[in-house]
């Protein structure tokens, strides 16, 4: 998330609940605070016009350890939610730039990278560089010196919105997120990145044209029901999911229909509409442990549908 506005410290915290089921390993920020970039881990009354703030969800690296944002210097902060696949490509390519950076974690080697790019070539060019030597899904928030610098993947793989209210923006994975700050809002298309600069001009800069390729996973699990995703609601997408598996049914020698909770109910129900049989509770689950599979936690809901599947009479 970040936020470019007055009070910037407040927004960011009050956003950042309805961003917290997308990583559950730790929450951090960073703001810039007379004209430096400090990392907190509470920035409410923080006197701030630049926040970004994070939920880690780790895909590569170690479990919890390294909290985005990633600040380098005290003019380069990045938060990035996705993955890259072809870090250990970029970590050569800094190597031949005369950067030695030596981890496993993607976000630290793509900021590294990024600001490389960015001091060598300038905003626009590094900008370009980056879309054309980046692999993966990857939303990225950047601040720059004085400026704001917002990327989505080409491909459209992770999902990423600005919304404003009038007095200001902010931008977000989640456009629920965004209309719980009372914002409206607009979907970041896929391959471009918004540009502000800190006199305030704005600009927009486009990269290659490729074919979409979006996460499924996003619709059926990560998101939240009332978010939008390239457009689509998610909610609309479980339940036509549901539908089509109903309609797709070949036999119905079915007693009723259970969902894993929380994510699959809508499918479930919308699925157990179809084929005209009663939706029931199996599996309940402790909803303030908070989301199993994202959580290192979450090979213990694993093997507990793995044991599921092995009982009598029950089909997962």
């Known amino acids: 998330m970040g936020i470019p506005r007055p009070n910037a410290g407040s927004y960011v915290v009050k956003v950042s609940p309805w961003l917290i089921h997308r990583g559950q390993e730790g929450v951090s920020f960073v703001c810039r605070i007379n004209g430096s970039l ?6 409410l009354t923080t006197d701030s016009t630049l926040c970004l703030g994070h939920a880690r969800y780790s895909t590569s690296g170690p479990y919890g350890v390294e909290l985005q944002p990633i600040v380098l210097g005290n003019d380069f902060a990045l938060v990035f939610n996705g993955t890259i696949s072809n870090y250990i490509e970029l970590v050569k390519r800094l190597r031949d730039l005369g950067v030695d950076v030596r981890t496993n974690y993607d976000a630290l080697v793509l900021a590294h990278y990024m600001r490389e790019l960015l001091t060598r070539r300038g905003i626009d060019g590094g900008v ?9 899904g990857y939303s990225i928030i950047t601040i720059w010196k004085d400026s704001l610098i917002v990327v989505r993947d080409p491909w459209g793989i992770r999902p990423l919105a600005i919304g404003s209210d009038g007095n200001g923006i902010a931008i977000a994975s989640e456009t629920a997120a965004l209309e719980a700050l009372g914002m409206s809002w607009r979907e970041v298309e896929p391959g471009k990145a918004l540009v502000l600069r800190g006199s305030g001009r704005e600009y927009w800069i486009e990269g290659p044209r490729v074919r979409r390729a979006h996460c499924a996973l996003e619709y059926i699990y990560f998101l939240r029901p009332d978010s939008y995703f390239n457009g689509i609601n998610v909610y609309e997408t479980r339940r036509r999911l549901g539908m ?22 809508v499918a479930a129900e919308a699925y157990a509409s179809g084929i005209g049989k009663p939706i029931h509770d199996v599996v ?33």
């Open 38 to 43: 400090i990392k907190l881990s509470n920035p």
């Open 128 to 136: 370009n560089e980056l879309f054309h030597t980046l692999r993966g």
């Open 244 to 265: 089509a598996l109903a309609c797709k049914e070949t036999t119905h020698d079915v007693d009723f229909v259970s969902p894993i909770p929380e994510t699959a109910r």
């Open 284 to 316: 309940i689950k402790n909803r303030y442990v908070g989301r199993g599979f994202i959580k290192p936690l979450g090979k213990g809901l694993r093997t507990c549908i793995a044991w599921l599947r092995m009982r009598p009479g029950v089909h997962l």
